[in-house]
């Protein structure tokens, strides 16, 4: 029976084939322990000589790191192992052996494994987080579908900015001025004045030359829109959606989080409601704390974020930032003209900010103006516009940074750790 590590449960008992990779070994006298991965699990490989030929002995003893074969055995349960089986090895069938794999069971620094990212992945770790990152992207689909949200991709080269900032990759579309998108969302608003709610998920960039741990070229992106939604429900959603990712990924990677030592109890605690503070509120909280270096419409650092998140056992919303220092689009507080309708949600543990998100203008004249103060051209953003002329409604919507809440989940140090082939840039850029 062919099959895989992940089904071999199926099997207990019963002899299977699985097709393999080596990812360490050790042996002494008469006895050799496989390590085998075949990118469904990781699982030992016992060969004991008395029960097998010779051949298939020594070859176990001698077989190199990353070399691959089809190995059968007996499938038994083993209470000592994470994945609670293993494999009484009969026979081994080398397929290909491989010679000097540069990145061996000694520590190897971050920079060193980011130059051999193509092999990294094959570790125990790296699958651990792709595992976690890939129940993320299942459970969003979930949620979103089955909310009645409608998937819109929105176009990756765009020929005006999202955010009204200069942090664009520029690049020319025939004898056009385009961009890298850094955000689908204006695109994303338009879709939702056709289908009402919708989403998309897709690759995002920011030609920022940061050197913090914590912010990519490129990353991956979920953003729904929602028509008829004002910024209470939006919050709402918002709760709702990061519980839903956290419950599916402790319920659906127990394994996977036992293999990065996560402590989940902060993660069992990740349910709706989360708490709410406003901006005002934020600074007066920085103050008591000590924070000198922050002052009433300025934005928020990292340190900021962690001393602000370390007073909540939850994530937490802060809302209402000074209309100066976000995008043009958002909508003005009903009683405030100086701040917006607006809220970051920050991650326990130092995590930071994993969702942005708002309630959009409506009103035709207010964008109006705020194209005019923003210097953003009518030619380029004029379809933008059209959604407030024809039909407006309010309307409200959101961004979570896909690898940073892979990162907090996974409960990894650094963000690059979750994206599978980072670009040159984001090694030079982390």
């Known amino acids: 029976m062919k099959t895989t590590i992940s089904q071999a449960p199926r099997y207990n008992e019963e002899t299977i084939t699985v097709g393999a990779w080596l990812t360490n070994k050790r042996s002494s006298g008469k006895i050799a322990f496989l390590q085998l991965r075949d990118g469904t699990g990781f699982m030992q490989g016992v060969v004991v000589k008395n029960d097998v030929s010779e051949e298939t002995f020594q070859l176990a003893k001698n077989i190199t790191q990353e070399s691959s074969m089809y190995i059968t055995g007996k499938i038994v349960e083993d209470t000592r192992s994470p994945f609670g089986y293993e494999m009484q090895v009969s026979d081994i069938e080398l397929i290909h052996e491989a010679h000097d794999y540069p990145i061996t069971p000694k520590e190897h620094g971050t920079e060193f494994l980011m130059d051999h990212r193509h092999l990294w992945l094959r570790s125990k770790r790296q699958h651990a987080v792709m595992k976690i990152r890939n129940e993320i992207i299942r459970a969003t689909y979930q949620f979103f579908n089955d909310n009645g949200y409608v998937k819109i991709d929105p176009p990756i080269l765009t020929g005006s900015s999202a955010e009204g900032t200069t942090e664009l990759f520029h690049t020319k579309y025939f004898d056009e001025e385009a961009y890298l998108s850094q955000s689908g969302q204006l695109y994303m608003e338009a879709a939702a ?238």
């Open 193 to 430: 004045m056709a289908f009402g709610k919708v989403f998309s998920f897709g690759p995002t960039f920011r030609a920022e030359k940061s050197k913090t741990r914590r912010h990519l070229i490129e990353f991956w992106m979920i953003e729904p829109e929602m028509a008829f939604v004002e910024h209470e429900e939006s919050l709402e959603i918002q709760e709702n959606y990061v519980s839903f990712i956290v419950q599916n990924v402790l319920g659906n990677c127990k394994l996977e989080l036992q293999t990065l030592d996560r402590d989940i109890s902060s993660l069992e605690k990740v349910q709706a409601p989360f708490p709410r503070i406003t901006y005002d509120e934020a600074i007066a909280l920085l103050k008591e704390k000590g924070f000198t270096d922050i002052e009433w419409g300025e934005d928020f650092g990292a340190p900021h974020e962690t001393a602000i998140a370390e007073s909540f056992d939850k994530p937490v919303f802060i809302t209402n930032y000074p209309t100066g220092i976000k995008a043009f689009y958002m909508k003005p507080h009903p009683e405030r003209d100086d701040v917006v309708l607006c809220a970051d949600l920050i991650a326990p543990e130092g995590y930071g900010e994993i969702i942005g998100g708002s309630q959009r203008i409506d009103d035709l004249q207010l964008m109006e103006e705020r194209y005019k103060e923003h210097g953003l051209t009518d030619e380029a953003y004029q379809w933008y516009l059209e959604l407030r002329k024809y039909g407006s409604v309010p309307h409200s919507g959101f961004g979570l940074g896909l690898e940073r809440t892979v990162a907090w989940l996974a409960g990894v140090d650094h963000v690059r750790e979750t994206i599978p082939f980072p670009r040159l840039l984001n090694r030079l850029y982390p």
